[in-house]
Structures are given as C-alpha cells and as structure tokens.
C-alpha cells in the first residue's frame, strides 16, 4: 500500500490560511495607527449603528448591557496609571520605604503619566466588542427578555460611583490622564 502521501492535510491548510488573514489583519491595524481621529469616527459611526439598531429593533437590552459594562471598564482602564501609586505607597509602606509616590515638588523626578490600557489598544478592544455586539443583535438567541429602564438606571448609578471613585483618585494622588491643558514646550528653545 504505497499510495502518495498527501501534501497538505486539512489542518495544516486551515492554519495557513488563518495565519494569512491574521497577516492581513494585523498590517491593517498597523496602516491605521496614526490616523486616530479617523479611527474614532468610525467607531463612533459603528456605536451609532449599534444604537439605531437596538432602538429600532426593541430588543436586545441586554446585549447593550454588557457592552456597556465592557466599555466602562476600558475606559476605567484607559483612565488609570500603569502603576498605581495607591498600591505602590502601601508596598513602600510595607517595605518601610514611605517615600515612594508621585512627584509633588518642582526638585523630584519628572515621571511622566503612563496608562494601564494605551489608547490604541482601548479603540481596539472597543471596536472589536461593538462589532461583536453588533453581530450578536442578529441572533434571536441573545434577544433575551428584561426591563430596560433598570439596566439603564443601574448602568448610570454605575457609572456615577465608578467615575466619582477614579475623579477622587486622580485628585488625591495628581496625576490627569489627559493632555489638553497641560503646558508644551518649545523643542527649541527649551521652554
């Protein structure tokens, strides 16, 4: 029984082509990384296609639910230092080194704010959950009954408590996770 070995089997078809399309897709995001205005629009364009089709199709609540929840926590994320000077005051405590936190003199290092999720990676991770949202209101099966004005209130209280919480953080340690606002240099003149 000498027949002929095949040359590839299915397998080893079905991974180069996902390692093709994952190539595709990956010089796709890369293209697109220094357009983020552009970015945006479209996934605020995808948000309000999203919304239309929630509220015109009277259902699906608690997928928008969940995306809701999910897009909180990137922004909360988006929001907060990579290294959290809370948990790093009580490891110095704790090491008996007080004297780590965040600069508060004109003399201290300059550390500059980094975030826990950079701002590429928050736009795709939420336009990737918006789309899978998307594709998820056409299915009956994740149309499941329940009573919208809770969830809204309960996202807004949500919301309220979360925010309130991070605004309290950034006050009591002084760090702002924005740009706009803060004072820029001129590169050549040095001021």
Known sequence: MDAPEPEQTPFAAVTAQTSRFTRYYQAYLDKSTPYTTYRWIGTGTLTLLFSLRIIYAQGWYIVAYSLGIYLLNLFLAFLQPKFD???????????????VSL???????????????????FWHSATRAITIGFLCTWFEVFNVPVFWPVLVVYWIILFCLTMRRQI????????VPFTFGKARYDRRSGH
Not at 168 to 175: A, D, L, S, T, V
């Open 85 to 99: 000077p809370s948990l790093t005051q009580d490891e110095g405590l704790e090491d008996g080194d007080a004297s």
């Open 103 to 121: 600069p508060t003199k004109q003399d201290e290092e300059f550390r500059p704010f980094i975030r826990r999720l950079p701002e590429f990676k």
């Open 168 to 175: 309290q953080h950034m006050i009591k340690y002084r760090y």
